[in-house]
């Protein structure tokens, strides 16, 4: 790989200093900024909860780069059940959470760039060492962001993304 790690943009015809290997989004799709003044809901950079009945973890999905030992994430949330939210605040900070079993979630974050909506893909919620966000795996479908998720990306289609992003319509 060169040691520019820029690229020149294909929407603007510029030379951007940084090729970026992550997206993230700062909350769940469904939240709205007049929750923030409700007593029962709540939004940190890690949880949310929407009228104490709906429950969301911030996690990764990670995408290999073919050829590179790079990976691609967007950091998206996904819905969780109350219990399996619970459980995930219970152990949040405690050594060895790795080794809890994956929590079932509905992806809850709208990826644009894809041709079939990313809402309520199903997934698993991988809970990482203390200080890592959970690793989101989705579910083995066709769909393509899942397709990718198995398969990889190449430099290009992180460049793809990369324009599309920083050059919205």
Known sequence: MPDDLGFTCSHCGGHHAELPMSYSTMAPDVWEPRFETDPDSMLSSDQCVIRGQHFFLRGLIEIPVIGSEDVFSWGVWVSLSKDDFARSLEVWNTVGREAEKPYFGWLSTELALYSESTTDLKTNAHTRPVGSRPFIELEPTDHPL???????????????????????A
């Open 146 to 168: 899942a397709v990718e998720q198995r398969t990889g990306i190449t430099h290009d289609r992180v460049r793809e993304i990369a324009a599309a992003l920083l050059h919205p």
